[in-house]
C-alpha cells in the first residue's frame, strides 16, 4: 500500500501507445496516509474513474472512514457505479454497508467465495449483486479476472489505460 492518494495510471510499453483515456485511480482507504485530512485504518478501498464509469474496488473495514475520506477527497458516493469485492476478508469489505446506505444503485461484483449470506443481504437492501465465477468485461477498458487460486481465493481488475494494462 502506498498511502491515500490519486496517480493516473501510466504502465510503459514499447512503440507507439494507443489513445485510450486516463483511467484515474485515487487509494481511499489505507493503513497509511500521508495527507493530515485523511483517516488511516487496517483495509484498502480505491476509486477508479475511466471516461465510461466509476468503480470503488474494496470499502476498507470502517463505512464511517471510508465515507469520511470519500468526502474529504471530493468523492460522491452517488457517483459511483459499481463496487468490486476483491475477497472476503472484512478489511476489503467491512465498509460495503454503510456505503450502500449511500449509494443503494450500484452493482456489486462479488467473489464467488464471499458468503451466500453476505450476498442475499446486500442483495434484500435492494442492490444487484453479480457473483463473478470467472473472468470478463464489466465496463469498457475494465474487466475482472474472476477469483484467482490461493487463500484465500480473489479477484483483481485488469484496467487498459494510455500506457499499457494495468492490474489493480
Avoid: K
Avoid at 473495514?61 to 475520506?69: A, D, K, M, V
Avoid at 474487466?143 to 499499457?164: F, K, N, R
Amino acid at each position: 500500500p502506498c498511502g491515500a492518494g490519486s496517480t493516473t495510471a501510466q504502465a510503459a510499453t514499447p512503440g507507439p501507445v494507443p489513445d485510450p483515456a486516463p483511467v484515474t485511480i485515487t487509494i481511499v482507504y489505507d493503513n497509511t496516509s500521508t495527507d493530515p485530512g485523511l483517516r488511516a485504518d487496517w483495509g484498502f478501498a480505491c476509486v477508479i474513474e475511466t471516461p465510461g464509469s466509476t468503480l470503488l474496488f474494496d470499502t476498507g473495514t470502517s463505512g464511517p472512514i471510508l465515507l469520511h475520506n470519500l468526502r474529504a477527497l471530493g468523492i460522491s458516493p452517488a457517483d459511483v457505479d459499481a463496487v468490486v469485492i476483491s475477497h472476503a476478508h472484512s478489511d476489503h469489505f467491512g465498509g460495503l454497508r454503510d456505503f450502500l446506505f449511500q449509494n443503494v444503485e450500484v452493482t456489486v461484483f462479488a467473489p464467488a467465495s464471499l458468503p451466500e449470506g453476505m450476498r442475499n443481504s446486500i442483495a434484500e437492501g435492494g442492490t444487484a449483486v453479480e457473483v463473478i465465477t470467472a473472468g470478463r468485461e464489466l465496463f469498457p477498458g475494465v474487466a475482472v479476472t474472476g477469483e484467482l487460486p490461493g487463500s484465500p481465493p480473489e479477484q483483481a481488475l485488469v484496467l487498459e489505460t494510455p500506457g499499457g494494462v494495468v492490474v489493480v
